[in-house]
């Protein structure tokens, strides 16, 4: 290293130890793997459970694999309304600056079933919550990116966005006609990549960027609580055969949230830390107009 490079690296490791990052759904999976991994390079991370216990020994373990104590927990169910609007109110007391949201939590699940304001639940949590979520935490977004040259807003979506391949069912979002738990999820990640996009233009002369991903296959926790119900066995054996580690799955949710080349990409979908196109359907602009329209309307009934 020439001391250029070492003064590079001491001024990056500066800057990180100033920051903020959300992460939401931080006490399992991806998300703990990024917290860990963004509060090792010093960042103020602040992660979120929905499950009081199990954020407590999540709190304990990235506290601990990271060597950092600026790492907190506050607890949101993207599955209430009321429940993000208390967390963003709380993060406005408990910071003044969010350098990154990263909008990682998510579910799958076999049957149908609603949320407590009777949204259709994937599609309520994975992407109802974080439009609302993120449009709680716009103000503070902005003041950090006009403050500190920058903010990052970035959804974990998936390649699964590739089932939905007729793009969103605008006519049954509540998903009361037909339910596939592949196809519902689909359409689910699909909303999180038009999300980041449209996100992506309205933000476009703040100084706020938005990307989404798709962290690879991974053995986390994920589909594993019997949300898969009968296809609990193919899952756990797909997951044996063939799925990375959380860790490696953080990899790319880290790159875009920390990278210094990813700092002004924006409107773009990741995968293995590269630049990816997405199916079509993703980059619908129509359909990324809609969904904002519709979303906003949903989450303000
Ligand atoms: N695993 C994969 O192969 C894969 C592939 C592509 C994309 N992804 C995406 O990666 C993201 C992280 O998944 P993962 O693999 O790390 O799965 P995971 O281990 O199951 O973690 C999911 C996280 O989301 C949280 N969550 C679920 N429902 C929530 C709710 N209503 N409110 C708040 N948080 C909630 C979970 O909390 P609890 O612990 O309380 O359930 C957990 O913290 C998801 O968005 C998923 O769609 C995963």
Redesign the pocket.
């Known amino acids: 290293m020439t001391q250029a490079d070492d003064q590079i690296s001491e001024a990056t490791e500066q800057t990180n130890t100033q920051k903020t990052v959300i992460i ?8 703990k793997e990024s917290a860990i991994a963004i509060a090792e390079m010093g960042a103020r991370v602040i992660f ?4 009081a216990k ?1 954020g407590a020994e999540a709190l304990a373990e990235v506290k601990e694999r990271s060597g950092s104590k600026k790492v907190e927990l506050l607890s ?4 209430s309304l009321s429940s993000i609007r208390s967390f963003a109110n709380e993060v406005a007391n408990t910071t003044d600056r969010i350098d990154v949201l990263l909008n ?4 799958l699940q076999t049957s149908r079933s609603v949320t407590v304001d009777g949204f259709e639940t994937t599609f309520g ?2 992407h109802l ?1 974080h439009f609302l979520l993120t449009d709680l935490l716009r103000q503070m977004l902005t003041k950090t990116a006009a403050e500190f040259g920058g903010a990052r807003v970035v959804v ?5 966005h590739k089932f939905a391949r007729n793009g969103i069912d605008f006519d049954d979002l509540d998903r009361v006609k037909s339910y596939s738990a592949m196809g519902v999820y689909g359409e689910s ?1 699909l909303a999180n990549i038009l999300f980041a996009n449209e996100l992506a233009k309205k933000f476009a002369d703040t100084g706020i960027t938005a990307n989404s991903l ?5 053995a ?3 589909g594993r ?1 019997g949300d898969t119900g009968r296809l609990d066995w193919a899952v756990a054996l797909g997951a044996k055969l063939f ?1 990375i580690s ?1 860790k490696k ?1 953080a990899e790319t949710s880290v790159f875009v949230a920390t990278g210094e080349s990813t700092a002004t990409q924006t409107g773009g979908y990741y995968e293995k830390s590269r630049l990816k196109k997405p199916a079509p359907q993703a980059l619908d602009a129509g359909a990324a107009k809609r969904l904002w329209e519709v979303s906003t309307e949903l989450v303000d009934r």
């Open positions: 939401t759904g931080g006490n399992a999976g991806i998300g979120t459970s929905r499950d199990r949101l169910d993207l599955a990682n939590a998510g579910l949590v994975n919550g974990v979506a998936s390649n699964a990640k798709h962290p690879g296959y991974v986390s926790r994920f609580d799925a959380p799955g």
